[in-house]
């Protein structure tokens, strides 16, 4: 496969609401204002048109993002540090960032070598880079990059802040701007009011009932013999991506493992039973110690959980991390359902009082520093995380999010990628094939990724 290291950018600007909107300072909830508050990254890639090829095309798609941030004018603003980690949402309208860029010597046919795209594992020179030397209040909340390929097709490259949305608001900007692109108005209009979650609000209890350990840090590597644990003394690692398909014959074969031994008062589903799977495999890809203490961490939506719901067109972040541990030892040697069981009990205990208590419990706390997560790709630790790198690891499903069919005018694109960077950082995707197939993107530390690859499809037993 080619990788599209050849990348001119022609032209970087700052496309502003089309008209003006509110301005002033936006209070962010504390789903906001924990866990990762850098960017998240995607990027679309459609094939050859006359709309693609069209001379306006640039002008058009700036001048419909322009238009859809009227609607959506927080992701024109910028974040303003308030002190003790926390930080304002301040619409002053300063604009997206978009970048105008051509891959002169790359096509798409070759970018996905003899395979197709899905075979790409870098599409890191796609997507718009943050500047995150800058001070925080100057990052744009999304950047947008534009590719011109040789064969006249195009790639969409977003990142956009997990501090002003999560997932499934992220995709609802994206489609909305796609269906003002097509001439349409807006389907679905955003509930920018962060107050349902309380933000900027105090604390309802001095003493939430809300467990403190569900935001510590998850389990260290036991030392070798004779060895520091000392991360000053920490070794760097190489990682890689794989990217593994399972037939859906496959999954649920895997769901009729974990289901034998369950106990529950219904069947596992496909993202416990897939989670419990990588789990173990990567237990046995990285050689554990039977003793050692790994976690996998899990984001569960919080949406339908709060009491009372959140509106449907909620704008903000409303997941919250959740992790389950376990013993190396017995992931390994029980039987399936015991991981999927661990996953399970793990995220059912956020119901309504749970992520009550948990807003409380944070906003009790005089710092949220120790709650944030923050890679750039530069500090000597950002290979972990707080559910990355040995001996534990992260699954995110995006298996129900409305990920593909994204038209902007110029048809549907003929595939979506992300990047991963960390060792453990996995996700769990459908397959664009619409077999009802699974993608698992996974980065783990290249001496492990080839017996994982093995226990991945070797450990499926009919």
């Known amino acids: ?5 050849s990348i001119t950018i022609n032209r970087s600007t700052l496309v502003k609401p089309a008209k003006r909107t509110w301005s002033g300072r936006m209070s962010l909830s504390e789903w906001d204002m924990i866990g990762a508050i850098t960017h998240v990254p995607t990027v679309y890639f459609y ?17 419909s993002l322009a238009r859809t941030l009227v609607t959506f004018y927080p992701l024109a603003g910028r ?4 002190g003790g980690g926390r930080f304002d949402l301040d619409c002053n309208g300063l ?11 790359t096509s798409l046919d070759e970018l996905g070598g003899d395979e197709d795209l899905s075979s790409c594992t870098d599409f890191q020179p796609l997507i718009p880079e943050v500047d995150y030397t800058r001070p925080f209040g100057e990052w744009p909340l999304l950047l947008v990059q534009v590719t011109k390929f040789r064969c006249g097709g195009i790639g969409l490259g977003f990142n956009i802040s997990h501090a002003v949305v999560d997932g499934l608001s992220a995709l609802h900007f994206f489609n909305e701007w796609a269906r003002v692109a097509r001439g349409k108005g807006i389907g679905m209009v955003p509930f920018l009011d962060r107050k349902v979650l309380r933000a900027g609000q105090p604390a309802v209890s001095r003493h939430p009932r809300f467990d403190p350990a569900e935001f510590q840090r998850p389990p260290v590597l036991l030392p070798e013999a004779g060895c520091s644990n000392n991360k000053g003394n920490k070794p760097h690692y190489e990682t890689k991506v794989a990217k593994l398909k399972m037939t859906k014959t496959k999954v649920q074969m895997l769901k009729d493992m974990a289901n034998e031994t369950t106990f529950d008062h219904r069947p596992y589903s496909t993202y416990e039973t897939l989670t419990a799977h990588i789990w173990r495999c990567a237990c046995k890809a990285r050689k554990l110690k039977p003793e050692q203490l790994t976690s996998v961490g899990v984001c569960v939506d919080s949406r339908r959980r709060m009491n009372p719901p959140l509106p449907n067109a909620y704008f903000g972040n409303a997941v919250l ?8 030892a017995d ?11 661990k996953i399970r009990r793990a995220v059912e205990k956020a119901d309504g009082e749970f992520l009550t208590s948990a807003i409380d419990y944070l906003k009790n706390q005089p710092d949220l520093t120790e709650f944030q997560d923050f890679h750039d790709g530069e500090e000597e630790d950002d290979d972990e995380g707080p559910f990355f790198g040995m001996p534990n690891l992260g ?3 995006w298996l129900r999010l409305p990920l593909l069919g994204l038209d902007f005018g110029f048809g549907k694109e003929v595939y979506m990628g992300s990047t991963h960077e960390f060792d453990g950082d996995t996700m769990l995707l459908q397959s664009q094939d619409g077999d009802g197939s699974i993608v698992l993107a996974i980065c783990l530390r290249v001496d492990h990724m080839e017996a994982f690859k093995r226990c991945f499809y070797d450990d499926i037993i009919v």
């Open 1 to 5: 496969m080619a990788t599209p290291t």
């Open 47 to 63: 094939k050859s048109t006359s709309s693609t090829s069209h001379p306006n095309l640039l002008d058009h798609l700036k001048d």
């Open 79 to 82: 974040l303003e540090p308030v």
């Open 95 to 105: 604009g997206v960032r978009f970048i105008e860029a051509e891959a002169r010597t």
């Open 321 to 328: 991390d959740i992790k389950a541990v376990s013993r190396s």
């Open 331 to 341: 992931l390994i040697t029980k039987p399936l359902g015991y991981a999927a069981g």
């Open 395 to 397: 699954v995110i499903s």
